[in-house]
């Protein structure tokens, strides 16, 4: 599935679409989700200090996703093939999406970038989303405005 959104000039509607995409994930551990915006891995720009030496944004493409509701970076390996499951280049979306569903413990966002991303959202909590944990997901899944099919293949 494919969604856009026009967000203007209020960056907390995109954060909020964050929070959404996030709490879906969490919701259905079967789904992952990739967000970006104009400025490209926009979640990897709020944990900036917290990034490995290796991760740029000429090699972040398909890297970064949500699944079951935890930021997930798929890493570069150190040497071209020294580990057989990570592609040496940026992976296509079939790639991220077999390392993710194959080595979902390995690819976890260390805490501190966990921590960034979770600070830029926290305030939907606040704001009532989220009560005792629990989050109408149908109520969620009817805000996204444009889903489209897409293959992805």
């Known amino acids: 599935m494919f969604g856009m959104?026009?967000?203007?000039d209020n960056i907390?509607?995109?954060w909020f679409i964050v929070y959404i995409i996030k709490q879906i994930t969490k919701e259905f551990p079967?789904?992952?989700?990739r967000i970006e915006d104009n400025d490209g891995e926009f979640l990897l720009i709020e944990a900036?200090?917290?990034l490995p030496k290796w991760l740029d944004p000429d090699n972040s493409t398909n890297r970064v996703f949500f699944h079951?509701?935890?930021?997930?970076?798929?890493?570069?390996?150190?040497?071209p093939g020294a580990v057989s499951w990570l592609p040496a280049t940026p992976p296509t979306i079939p790639q991220a999406l077999n390392i993710i569903s194959t080595h979902p413990e390995k690819i976890l966002a260390s805490e501190s970038i966990q921590a960034a991303v979770n600070r830029r959202i926290k305030g939907w909590c606040n704001k009532g989303l989220c009560q005792t944990g629990a989050v109408d997901t149908g109520f969620l899944l009817r805000l996204i405005p444009s889903i489209e099919p897409t293959n992805w293949a």
Do not use: H, Q, S, W
């Open 5 to 8: 959104t026009k967000f203007g």
């Open 12 to 14: 907390e509607d995109e």
């Open 30 to 33: 079967e789904l992952v989700a």
């Open 48 to 50: 900036a200090d917290f």
């Open 68 to 79: 079951r509701g935890e930021l997930c970076i798929i890493p570069a390996p150190r040497k």
